[in-house]
């Protein structure tokens, strides 16, 4: 097959950021519809490629990926222009909409509720499909199912409660302690530590040791098991994993070199084949073949950086009298490389940088931002620092929209260039031991862990369409949540039946729910 010219790259990837809505994890399978299934471009295992590498590096997944497969398609040009592509048409309308609001008041943001309603339904749907479409393609099917709901188990807490206690109209507070609440970053450190340490054998003391280690950092860095904080929180604990599969990783290397001397192994396991001969389909990732797209990269931030210091010296006050625009670029770089999972795993770090940072009011930033990222398509990320960003030029330039926007698009391209450059610098190591067992392990589990970090999301979706119809309309949680079980039954059987094209699914579902809301309002 040809490879697709760079316009057919970027409306395929600006479809995907109009319909990807939920943000993290929750774009996987959209991506996987539009460049695997409907267009083939890739393979399933090049797709997999793309998703262990973004699964594993920091930043907002969609824009990974993105970038990943325009690199694979057009080298240079694709890797920039796929990831700004799945960026802009949610970023666009969510600055459409703090400018418009900033004008007219909340309107918008009410009228952008009420259709999320019908939009958070369609991405359950979407999110269901994918994961029942993971657990019937695995090889190992058990095997899939139990790490999907191990991950789940260790991750699912917060939002089982959410929604409980949305639907019951009683206080989170008011319900059991979540006994585990790991984070989506953990959970998947967890369990690619244990692939990585493990490798393609190992014996029971292995095992064990990397069981133990495992569940010592589960103990350490789950909410509700209440145990004191380590000296430098989870750095320590992140060095030992580390060190540990490094050394795993060296060990097996050298019993298969004894091994190819002549030398007996240490044990009689079968030894992990670490570096074999493999003739990839796509072109090796070289540090020369992604230099151009790395000045790209950070050149488009550079220049609107500069842009917004001459044009606006308003937000250049010096740093000691308050936030400025060189402070919000720091926290835009600072806050991507420190994500893991994207989508909601973004919020409490944000928040952190944004609002403890004096950028934006807390009451803004939960009320405003986090409402219409959430309800907006594409990466949560690439929305909710170009929002802090905008609330903070607005006010410090005496409410200038052309400052406001362009601090916007600085924020965005922050995202993007912070998102990127460490998934690039993986796929090189990735692909120079793409034969070893651990890359293949780590292949067969990557779905199977984002199908279960996919079950919190539907659920915490649900609870906030819930909480939007009785906000909205008045109506009482319990029949917000048949409402919604009604809903979601519909468009399974439309879609399984019928399987009428998805923006249909998408538009159907957010117009019934806003008529009711509107109605009702």
Known sequence: MKPPVLASLASVFARI??????????????????????????????????????????????????????????????ALVAPYAVVLPGLLLLLAILSVSSVVGGAAVSLIERLSVGIFLFIVLVLVLFIEKV?????????????????????????????????????????????????????????????????????????????????????????GLGLPALPGGRAIPLALLALLVVSSVLFDSARVRRTRAGTPAASDDDLPQVFLPDTPTFLPVTFRSVLPAIALLLAVPAVLLLAAALLFPALSAPSGSGPNVFGYAWACLASTASTFGGGSAYLPIAEGFFVQGGFVPHDVFYAQLVTLSNALPGPIISELAPGAGFQFALSASGGSLAAAWTVSLLGASLTVAASVLPMFAFLGFYDRLRSSPRVHAIQSIVLPVVSGLLVPTALALLASATGVLKAQGGIAPWFGAVLLAAGFSILLVLSKWKKPADILLLAGSAGAYFVLLTFLG
């Open 17 to 78: 950021g109009l319909v990807g809505f939920g943000g993290g994890s929750s774009l996987v399978p959209i991506i996987e519809k539009e460049i695997v299934v409907r267009h083939r471009w890739f393979s399933d295992k090049e797709y997999l490629r793309h998703a262990v590498a973004s699964s594993l590096t920091p930043g907002a997944l969609a824009i990974k990926m993105a970038s990943a497969a325009g690199l694979d398609i057009a080298r240079t040009r694709g």
């Open 135 to 223: 657990l019937r393609a695995a090889q190992r099917r058990g095997a899939a199912l139990a790490a999907a709901f191990a991950v789940f188990l260790l991750t699912g807490g917060p939002s089982v409660r959410r929604l409980v206690a949305t639907v019951l109209s009683v206080p989170v507070d008011g319900l059991p302690p979540v006994l585990l609440g790991l984070g989506a970053s953990d959970a998947m450190v967890v369990v690619f530590f244990l692939v990585l340490y493990l490798g393609g054998s190992a014996g029971w003391p292995r095992r064990t040791g990397g069981a133990a280690t495992a569940l010592a950092y589960v103990a350490f860095s789950a909410q």
